[in-house]
């Protein structure tokens, strides 16, 4: 496993570590201290995302880490916290997230050095949803609101094409939440 950024103490942070299946390992750290950014990868190729920066304002940068170091590489369309994320390095997903002044339904899907907003929106705007998967079957449950989302959509790229997919409504949550992990 690797975990980067987070908000630690006063403020974020921009540290990574490795886990060995026994212990964890001080890695190298991001280039920019975030939290609330989305992730996605391996341990020798992942990707950070979004997320907010001192200031405290939403980012749209984008690292990646190659299993050695943290690059920058091309900015998010949009600047956004909060967001769901699924795939690997190169064929990542930034699903929902918060975006001043609220939630949003945006898709954007990354190819590796670029990312593209697809056409392919969530049916309700989400903030602190989980997410998981490929990018081209992913699944986003839950989120903020009042009450709490218990809604989950399923994203399929076999309903169209890999940068436009489609969303569909999947089994409903017993409880409603936000920012649950999975």
């Known amino acids: 496993a690797l975990a980067f ?34 992730g996605t990868g391996t341990q020798t190729a992942a990707l950070s995302f979004g997320g907010v920066v001192p200031g405290p304002a939403k980012s749209n940068a984008t690292e990646e880490y190659d299993g ?5 590489s091309n900015n998010m369309n949009n600047a956004r916290s909060e967001l769901g994320s699924a795939g690997i390095q190169t064929a990542g997903l930034a699903i929902g997230g918060e975006e001043p002044p609220g939630g949003v339904t ?33 699944f986003i449950a839950g989120g903020s609101g009042s009450p709490k989302i218990t809604a989950t959509e399923e994203f399929n790229v076999a309903v169209m094409s890999v940068v436009q997919g489609a969303w569909s409504s999947g089994a409903t949550l017993n409880t409603g939440r936000k920012r649950a992990s999975g």
């Open 5 to 38: 950024g987070g908000e630690a103490g006063p403020g974020r942070v921009a540290i990574a570590e490795a886990y060995d299946g026994s212990s964890w390992t001080e890695g190298p750290d991001l280039n920019t201290a975030r939290n609330n950014n989305g």
């Open 106 to 138: 945006r898709l954007e899907t990354y190819d590796g050095s670029t990312w593209s907003t697809s056409p392919a929106t969530l049916s309700t705007a989400r903030v602190g949803a989980e997410a998981t998967g490929s990018s081209t079957a992913a």
């Open 68 to 72: 050695s170091s943290w690059t920058n």
